[in-house]
Structures are given as C-alpha cells and as structure tokens.
C-alpha cells in the first residue's frame, strides 16, 4: 500500500489527516462489483467512513457491502440516483463530516483518483471539484451517441455555470461542508448530476473541475435506452432551462 | 375550415396552460417527471391552434366535418393519457406509503423492545 499513497500526496498531506470525510456510494444491484469499490477506497484512503446508499436493491447488494465493511444505509424502495446520493449528503451533515465524495457503487470510478478530487478542497480553492472523463486522463470509451449528448448539455451547462464544464453528468464529485449543507437540503431528482452543477453554482459554489480516468463498467446494466435517452435529455433540458428562472437563496446551516 | 376565432382562443388557453405549468415547476410544486406530459399536451393544443391546415388534414383523416371538433378529441386524447398516467403514478405511491407504514410500524416495534427489554418479562 505504500506505493500507492506515495502517488497520492493530498491523501498524504497532514491536512487531511483530520478532516472528517466520507465516500457517498450510491449503489443499485450491484452486487458483483461494490465490495470491491468498498475496499479500493479503504486502501486509497482508510480516513474515509464508507456510507453505501443501496437504493432498493434485490441481488444482495446490502450483504455484500457490508461484508465489506462499509455503513449501508438501505432505501426501502428505489427512489433513484438523486434520493439516494442526497441520502448520504443528510448523514454527512448530521454526523458533522467536513468533505465528502461520491463514488458510483459500479466500479466505473476508480478510488485511486480521489486524491485529485480532494486536492482543491482541501487547498481550499473549490467548494465542488467534478472528475471529468474528457480532460486527457485515461481513455474512456462512450459511444457516439452518448458522446454527443454530453458535449450537448456540456455546453448548455458551461454558459449557465460561467466556466468550462467537459463532464457535466459525471457523478465523481467532491464536496466541502457548504456542499454538503447544500446538498442535504437540495439536490435534483432523476437524473440528477448535469442540474447539480446549476444548483451548486446558483447558490454561489466554487466548482473545479479535474480529469479523472474512469472504468468501463464492469458488470450489470447499462441502462441507457433510446427512449430513456430520449427522456433523459428533455428532462435534464427542461430543469436547466427553468432553473435560469428560480431564485436560490444561499443555504444556511442551521445551527 | 375552422373559424379564426376557434383558432385564437384555443392558442390563449394553450399558452396559459404552458405558462401556469412553468410557473408550477419554477415554485417546485410540481416536479419536472409529472410535468413533461402536460407540456405535451399543451404544446399539441398550441401546435394545432396555429397550424390550421394541419387540424383540417387531421379532421378529413378521422371523418370530422368540423375541424374544431377534432382540436377538442385530440386534446381529450391526451388528457385521457394523462389521467392514465396519474392513476398508475397514485398506485405506485400508494404501494410506497403502505411500505413506509410496515416499516415504521416494525422499526418502532423493535425500538421499543430494545429500549424496555424487561417489560416483556414482566408481564
């Protein structure tokens, strides 16, 4: 393991030695792949406390997890990606961590680069950091189709958000203890990541991107259908497009 | 042909209905996934309000002699899949609910015999 925390200098750095985090692992069915990613980030990273949010799997997701060690928070049904990653936003604010990172429960986000995820956090230079597919790291390969669709909502979200964004749906994200208030009391349903970062930078979050390299998806579903893409960008389409007119008042933590 | 004055009332009623939708969602009491059906609905009625060719074509296709008479089925026809669409998102809600009242009802059950273990024996 030495090796590896050798690459890692932010995990290293004594200024995350203190800092209360935890790794949001949404996961549904994915019972071939999430001890795996549960152990990966105990390896990367033994600070981190490991909350899988198992959104109403029925394959043994939950068993396996917590085989693994991690805390699994079990949704009664499935409420979707956006439930249940706020999920673990609610028990981040309530149990006082200070940062905390989402990890997809299917093995496609590989926990060796939480490190960059961390860094402008814990320098203090962003409030969200986004790891991105499209920046040079690793090779990811996305069909056309896809490919289109997020250079599309890429640009639509880069105008709203004022600054670059090359992987507006990427769910490999970082977050300060204002991201996590923020989140905890409002976060998108359904598809949820391209509007995130609207929300985020609304509510006057400072938001970096990095490149990441992600996996091909290992095992189980790629749920991507023509209709659902289809869906998938109207909606994501028409929340962008209102979200121009609401008004976000700054989140306060309660005290 | 249908008169000019079918065709401007229903192109108000269709933006009206478009912008109280907008207004809904903007105020987050209604959520974009319930909404998108509606936006249909109000875009066909807008669509067909101002393309008047079009809602005669479609009144010759179906056999109405009176083209507004097809502006009205159409707009019940997606109503009707609207209706549809709610009944089977109330059943889904109403299956969640009854699942979140077992569950509070066991979770309950079981705190409480973990916070008094000895009144099970007592009595």
């Known amino acids: ?255 | 042909m249908t008169p000019f004055r079918v065709s401007v009332f229903a192109a108000i009623a269709a933006i009206l209905l478009l912008a109280v939708i907008f207004e809904l969602i903007r105020s987050r009491r209604l959520q974009e996934r319930y909404a998108l059906l509606w936006v249909i609905t109000g875009l066909v009625l807008l669509v067909l309000a101002v393309w008047r060719d079009g809602l005669n074509v479609i009144a010759r296709t179906v056999g109405i002699a009176y083209p507004p008479s097809a502006l009205f089925m159409v707009v019940g026809l997606f109503v009707l899949v609207v209706l549809l669409h709610y009944s089977t998102v109330i059943s889904e809600l109403a299956e969640r609910n009854l699942m979140l009242a077992q569950r509070i009802a066991l979770i309950e059950q079981k705190l409480k015999e973990t916070e008094a273990p000895q009144n099970s024996d007592s009595s």
């Open chain 1, 1 to 255: 393991m030495r090796a590896v925390a050798e690459t890692l200098p932010a995990v290293r750095d004594e200024r995350t030695v203190s800092v209360r985090r935890v790794a949001i692992v949404p996961a549904l069915n994915e019972a071939p792949t999430i001890a795996r990613v549960v152990e990966e980030i105990r390896a990367v990273d033994p600070g981190f406390e490991i909350l899988v949010i198992d959104d109403g799997s029925t394959d043994g997701t939950q068993a396996e997890a917590e085989r693994a060690g991690a805390l699994v928070a079990r949704l009664p049904y499935n409420v979707g990606i956006g439930g249940a990653v706020q999920t673990g936003y609610q028990y981040a604010r309530d149990h006082g961590f200070q940062v905390a990172v989402q990890v997809d429960g299917d093995g496609q986000h590989d926990p060796a680069e939480l490190a960059r995820l961390l860094e402008p956090i814990v320098a203090d230079r962003a409030d969200m950091v986004v790891g991105s597919r499209f920046l040079g790291a690793g090779r990811y390969r996305t069909p056309f189709g896809r490919r289109l669709g997020i250079r599309l909502l890429a640009g639509v979200v880069s105008l709203m958000v004022r600054r670059r964004m090359t992987d507006p749906t990427s769910g490999f994200r970082a977050v300060n203890r204002r991201g996590i208030v923020l989140f905890a009391a409002d976060y998108p349903h359904d598809y949820p990541e391209a509007e995130a970062n609207v929300v985020a930078y609304r509510r006057r979050l400072r938001i970096v991107e990095v490149p990441v390299a992600m996996r091909d998806r290992e095992a189980g579903r790629s749920s991507i259908t023509v209709l659902r893409s289809l869906y998938y960008m109207i909606k994501v389409t028409l929340a962008l497009f209102i979200s121009l007119f609401r008004r976000y008042p700054p989140v306060v933590e309660e005290r």
